[in-house]
């Protein structure tokens, strides 16, 4: 079954056509670039999929439900419990250390079991780190801070929005590494990046261009 | 994880917290101040009122009888004036004398008194404490200063009514070196060796002061038969325009108005009444000058009722501005906050709990500071300590808390409106 379905989805600002009329399957555990130029629409793409935003039209299947229509507090319920957000300045609160800003995503999803958490630090091999505050960490291990974030509530669904645009090569290639095996074990990931090299080890790239998708390419 | 999360917030913006600790603690300091001094001189002044139990005093009026006539040679002192003792169950002859609650006479005279420390120089007053009477209409009256003065502390015994007794003023007791028990020596034109059953607390000027029964007070004056004043309390009916008239002169009123007001338990009319029947006699409401203070302690209240607000508004305003402010600067965390899970109320409940925090420690120094400027307010003001009321620190943290729910509002509303999508591409 497909855990993401888009029809005609369009988002438009006053006359801007951020993302038109796209059309969009997305397998279980499949693992999914996006490409294109700045502008293209891959983050209004990514927030609509993430429930973070709606769209003007069209019909969103998130899992099975149709999320297009929902209110915003339906659209918090949905996103706690399906999906898992990696963004490109990695977002980790300040104050809170490499551990506890896992913990926030359990609290707010159920409740925090600090173990699991150290556990989740511990699969993107940060188990060392997790009293340290995000200054106090590099930005490869920020990146992976959010990774072991975005997996801790078991999403059916991982959004990373240009998640290697801010690593130099070494900490791009460790991440990766993290995304293949999530997706060995069965995820379902969406990845939006301007590196070839990152799309060429996923299953298949949808390039878009002005709001529109121009082209997929299975790289299998 | 929420405490965690407080914690880390306020710690991280320490200045900005800090900034709104100090607006509230501003706020709640005058908020103290005002709420302490507004209770307190409220107290103050209703212990005034019934300080003013005795509603009317009964003096003499300019042509009454002189003291000399008695045999007062007077020295350099001006001709002092007297009413006539055996006129005082009169009062319960007039028209309202079943209004008349209470009265009794006062002979005052300044006498020398000899303690165990010393001898000082005190007022005396001669007054009945319990006198039991037929009025001349029948009726059996027990009146005197014990039901009068039904609110002073009293310890051991009121003198009984013609003994050589007396019962004195906490002060004067204390200069004296006096305990329930001793005996003094008051001389001012005779001398007179009385025992001091008991020693009061009046709250008042009377603290400083002696008192005995009537005669007593008589034969140390050398004024037998003779009284300065009558402290009279008496149920009136609430004044109005016609006994406001009347007040001012009986006779401008029509002969229907005169009878209507003479028929009134107006405290003017029973004044009236009361100069009818004793000789020379001159009654003045008193409730009247207390009346007056009550007004303008109403407004002095409503003036402070008004400045707290004022303040609070004006902390209410900074809290506003910084909690909006901290929100504006923090959108990525509440969009981040959002991305993961939290809805808009779990947000505000975050920002909320923050604000509470940071302004309740304030609101807490402010209070303390607050009581300290009630006490400046009270010795410079009113020229007395302002007592805390437990009622105050409750109500200042139910106004901390809604000063800060208000100006938190703007914040929650702009929270509201602000787009996940939006804040977490800044
Ligand atoms: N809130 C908005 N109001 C108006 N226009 C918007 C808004 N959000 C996005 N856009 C526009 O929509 C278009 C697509 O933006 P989007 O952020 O999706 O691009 P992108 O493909 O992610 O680009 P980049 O690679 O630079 O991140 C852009 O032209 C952008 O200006
Ligand atoms: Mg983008």
């Known amino acids: 079954m497909d855990i993401l379905k888009l029809a005609n989805v369009s988002k438009i600002y006053g006359s801007v056509k951020a993302l038109y009329e796209a059309n969009m399957s997305v397998a279980g555990g499949e693992w999914l670039a996006i490409m294109g130029p700045s502008g293209s629409g891959k983050t209004t ?26 209110s915003a507090p339906e659209l918090t319920h949905i996103r706690r419990d399906k999906i898992g957000l990696i963004f490109q300045q990695f977002h980790l609160i300040s104050y809170l250390t490499a551990v506890e800003n ?75 590494d993290i995304f293949r095996r999530l997706h060995g074990e069965g995820s379902s990931i969406i990845v939006v990046t301007h ?8 299953d298949r790239t949808v390039f878009l261009e002005h709001g529109r998708i121009a082209k997929t390419v299975s790289n299998r | 994880m929420f405490l965690r999360m407080l914690t880390g917030a306020i710690s991280r913006q320490k200045a900005r917290a800090l900034t709104i600790a100090l607006a509230m603690a501003l706020g709640a300091s005058l908020a103290t101040s ?36 008695y045999g007062d040679a007077g020295g350099n002192r001006k001709a002092e004036k007297f009413l006539a003792e055996d006129e005082l169950p009169k009062l319960k ?13 006062y002979l005052d005279v300044t006498a020398s008194v000899t303690g165990p420390k010393g001898t000082f120089d005190a007022p005396v007053s001669g007054v009945w404490f319990d006198r039991r009477f037929d009025a001349p209409t029948g009726e ?31 002060n004067l007791a204390s200069k004296l070196g006096v305990v329930v028990g001793d005996t003094l020596n008051a001389a001012a034109k005779k001398s007179e060796t009385v025992t001091a059953s008991g020693i009061f607390h009046s709250g008042g000027d009377e603290d400083d002061a002696l008192f005995a029964p009537l005669a007593v007070a008589q034969r140390i004056a050398g004024k037998p038969g003779l009284v300065s004043r009558i402290e009279v309390s008496a149920l009136t009916t609430p004044e109005n325009e016609l006994a ?57 209240q409503l003036l402070m009722l ?23 600067e923090r959108g990525a965390e509440i969009g981040l906050l959002e991305a993961v899970g939290a809805s808009r109320f779990d947000v505000s409940a975050l920002i909320l709990a923050e604000a509470l925090v940071t302004t309740l420690t304030g609101g807490a120094v402010g209070y303390f500071a607050g009581r300290v400027f009630a006490q400046i307010i009270g010795r410079s003001v009113f020229g007395s300590p302002i007592n805390s009321n437990a009622l105050v620190p409750p109500l200042v943290a139910v106004l901390v808390t809604a000063v800060t729910i208000a100006g938190s509002l703007p914040a929650i509303r702009l929270l509201m409106s602000m787009k996940p999508a939006e804040t977490l591409r800044g």
Request: hydrophobic share 45%; aromatic share 6%; charged share 20%.
């Open chain 2, 306 to 328: 008004l400045l707290t607000v004022l303040c609070l508004a004006c902390s209410a305003l900074a809290i506003s501005n910084l909690v909006t402010a901290s929100v504006m």
């Open chain 2, 93 to 105: 002859t007039i028209f309202w004398a079943f209004n008349i609650v209470d009265y009794t006479p």
């Open chain 2, 34 to 69: 005002m709420l302490n001094v507004m209770l307190d001189v409220g107290d103050k002044v209703n212990q005034e009122l019934k300080a003013y139990g005795a509603n009317l005093t009964v003096v003499p009026r300019s042509a009454s009888i002189m003291g000399d006539l």
């Open chain 2, 244 to 300: 406001r008239r009347a007040a001012q002169n009986p006779n401008s009123l029509s002969r229907h108005e005169w009878d209507t007001w003479y028929c009134t338990a107006y405290i003017s009319s029973i004044a009236y009444q009361i100069e009818e029947v004793v000789t020379g006699a001159r009654a003045k409401p008193v409730l009247s000058v207390a009346e007056g203070e009550g007004a303008i302690l109403r407004k002095t």
């Open chain 1, 102 to 176: 896992v913990m926030v995503a359990q609290y707010y999803h159920s409740m925090t079991d600090e173990g699991e958490a150290l556990r989740a630090l511990a699969r993107v091999g940060l188990e060392d780190r997790a009293g340290h505050l995000p200054r106090q960490l590099s930005g490869g291990e920020q990146q992976r801070v959010c990774i072991a974030r975005a997996l801790i509530n078991y999403p059916k669904l991982i959004l990373a929005d240009e998640p290697t645009g801010n690593l130099d090569e070494t900490n791009e290639g460790i991440v990766i």
């Open chain 2, 140 to 170: 059996a009256v027990e009146t005197g200063v014990i039901r009068m003065k039904s609110w002073w502390r009293l310890e051991g015994d009121w003198p009984a009514e013609d003994a050589s007794q007396c019962v004195v003023g906490a």
């Open chain 1, 45 to 70: 793409m990514m927030n609509i999929i993430g429930c973070m935003d709606r769209p003007t039209s069209g019909s969103v299947l998130l899992d099975g439900t149709d999320v297009s229509g929902l």
């Open chain 1, 195 to 202: 590196d070839p090299e990152v799309a060429e080890v996923t």
